[in-house]
T-cell receptor
């Protein structure tokens, strides 16, 4: 099955700086890679995703890049703000034998944006 | 437009008991997936249902079961609860069964004593 590794586990940046979180995956059949933001005690919130036929996707201050050959994808947050502080999870789709798909998640990155 | 809803929000049970968790997907979404999130870890896949059929099951024991109803809502049942079942149980809905964005509900926090 799919295995997703995520680094770093914690990341502290100054407000206004950029933050980068990296993930690798093992299953070459995976073709959908979402990123979720989870604030303490709240639900994971989808912030951006990318499909395998695209190398990069951007949404305002957030961007995701995908390297299918190397099986890694990254989340880039520019001009970080205190409200960006949260745990970020990467995930990779994993085809199910029954014809659906599941998400395999990384272990999470605790991002702290300091004033 | 309501998002994914789950009930109850919190639940305390003792070992050996049974629990039923409920989920209502976003209107129009036909797929429901269940995930278990242990504190400090990422969510782990338990089940996916689409059009009332099980599409897949994660690496969980047979004590875990689920079903989906004609209105696409879903129940997750856990029998013979163990201390290790204490976790946040998340439901995610998506429009289809393949490569669609999955949107999570607020979860049910289960504590097993």
């Amino acid at each position: 099955g799919e295995n997703v590794e995520q680094h770093p586990s914690t990341l502290s940046v100054q407000e206004g700086d950029s933050a980068v979180i990296k993930c690798t995956y093992s299953d070459s059949a995976s073709n959908y890679f979402p990123w979720y933001k989870q604030e303490l005690g709240k639900r994971p919130q989808l912030i951006i995703d990318i499909r395998s036929n695209v190398g990069e996707k951007k949404d305002q201050r957030i961007a995701v890049t995908l390297n299918k050959t190397a099986k890694h994808f990254s989340l880039h947050i520019t001009e970080t703000q205190p409200e960006d502080s949260a745990v970020y999870f990467c995930a990779a789709s994993d085809p199910l034998t029954g014809g659906g798909n599941k998400l395999t998640f990384g272990t999470g990155t605790q991002l702290k944006v300091e004033l | 437009d309501a998002g994914v809803t789950q009930s109850p929000t919190h639940l305390i049970k003792t070992r050996g008991q049974h629990v039923t968790l409920r989920c209502s997907p976003i209107s129009g979404h036909k797929s429901v997936s269940w995930y278990q999130q242990v504190l400090g870890q990422g969510p782990q896949f338990i089940f996916q249902y689409y059009e009332k059929e099980e599409r897949g099951r994660g690496n969980f024991p047979d004590r875990f079961s689920a079903r989906q109803f004609p209105n696409y809502s879903s129940e997750l049942n856990v029998n013979a609860l163990l201390l290790g079942d204490s976790a946040l149980y998340l439901c995610a809905s998506s429009w289809g069964w393949d490569l669609n964005e999955q949107f999570f509900g607020p979860g049910t926090r289960l504590t097993v004593l």
